[in-house]
Each structure stands twice: as C-alpha cells, then as structure tokens.
C-alpha cells in the first residue's frame, strides 16, 4: 500500500491517524491557525511569541530535509586492497582491526 501524502504540503508523509490527514508539521501549524484566528492576533490581541502563524513559516512552503529513513549514517568498507580472505568471517575480523586502531 502506496504511503498517504499530507493534504497541504504534498511533500510529507502522513504519520499520525488524524482525519485530516496532514504531516506532523501541517497538523501542529493547522492547530496554530486556530488559536490564531480564536485569539485574534490579526486585531492585535492577545499576541504571543509563541503563535507560528505571526511568526513561523508555513510548512508547506518549506522542502522537507532529504536524509536516510533510519538515521543512520551509512558507511562502506573496501576489502579490495587488503590481504585476508573474501570471506564473511574474515571481512568481519578486518573491520574490527579497523575500528580499533
């Protein structure tokens, strides 16, 4: 099954089971919208620092960050130039040799 894209960006994955179906970014500045609108800050009311609609960007106007899916960095080792066997066992002897100097 294909992943649901957020309704507003089109960028983001959905990843909480809202019925709106937005990103985390898009939910939680949709959430500020409202307080916006329910404090009146367009009027000068009750303004906050806090409020992301006076003074945040819209996520959906932002790129979201390309990076791996599991955050960890991944790192290959060639065994190309070194003496031992190709096999799995030895490979991981080298590696540790490797790690350790």
């Known amino acids: 099954m294909a992943a649901k894209m957020c309704n507003s960006c089109k960028t983001r994955r959905v990843s909480s089971d809202n019925m709106a179906e937005l990103c985390e970014a898009c939910y939680e500045y949709g959430a500020w919208e409202n307080q916006h609108e329910d404090d009146n800050h367009e009027g000068g009311e009750n303004l906050t620092d806090a409020c992301q609609v006076c003074h945040g960007t819209d996520p959906a106007l932002v790129e979201p960050v390309k990076s791996h899916s599991n955050g960890i960095a991944k ?13 799995k066992k ?7 040799a490797r790690d350790a100097k």
């Open 75 to 87: 790192s290959h080792t060639s065994h190309a130039a070194c003496n031992h066997p190709k096999t």
């Open 90 to 96: 030895d490979r991981a002897a080298c590696r540790k």
